[in-house]
């Protein structure tokens, strides 16, 4: 087709998507807005302590990467919070998976339906800044979520050359957003690199409501926000629009 994609995703949930996007026709550059670390545990909590514990939930699959790193069982339910992190989980070899197909709010949803807060506490594995206090929207219902941080998304300080060249010479007609904090991340680089301007016939593609208000100080020849919280939604989008 010749309509270059511009990825944002970090480079540990690029692969596939590079794949999906290239088999539908598309031509894809990088410029990935977070970067995922994954730091050993301290010292005087050489372990992950499951007692108690009665199922996992996973908002990312940057989560189960980084509880696998650390532990073994694989014996506990999952609760995902999408396909791609169930899928994440499965292969890493969860036998018992569930998936809400969305966002943290069809999460909670989909924890109330499975689970019983009176059989124990839910063990959230998680990056140290998360979108959305998934704890705070179930306290209420009795649910006690023990959060342990396990993994840090920094961001991005500039974008690659490529990018910029790709933005200033009209070839990139669409940038994927993910994230509230990729559409932030971005946001803040164009203005370091003075490209505000560059966008003016670039539509992006975003996963969610929250994600498009981060995009609405740049000059965008359109927002589209996908019908659902799932990559599969975003992309028919992306298919469906004219770019």
Known sequence: MGKTILNTRPETDS??????????????????????????LPADQP????????????????????????????????????????????????ATVYSANGDIHDLAGLITRQISPDDGVLYHPAARKVAGDLGTMLAAKGYVI?????????????????????LHGETIRAVLFFSPRTAETFVKLMERHNT???????TAFCLSPAVKD?????????????AEPTQE???LE??????
């Not at 992306?238 to 770019?243: E, V």
């Open 15 to 40: 692969g596939d998507l590079d794949t999906i996007l290239k088999q539908r026709g598309y031509d894809v550059c990088h410029a990935p807005m977070l970067s995922i670390d994954f730091p050993p």
């Open 47 to 94: 372990t992950i302590n499951l007692d108690g514990v009665q199922a996992i939930i996973f908002t990312s699959a940057n989560g189960v990467r980084a509880f696998t790193r650390h532990s073994l069982h694989r014996g506990l339910p999952i609760l995902a919070v999408g396909d791609a992190t169930a899928k994440t989980a499965r292969a890493a070899g969860f």
């Open 146 to 166: 023990n959060r342990h941080t396990l993994y840090e998304a920094h961001a991005a300080t500039s974008l690659p050359q490529p990018v910029l060249d790709g």
């Open 196 to 202: 505000k301007g560059a966008l003016t016939n670039v």
């Open 214 to 226: 981060r995009l609405a100080s740049l000059a965008w020849h359109k927002i589209v926000v996908s």
């Open 233 to 235: 939604s975003l992309l």
């Open 238 to 243: 992306l298919d469906n629009a004219i770019i």
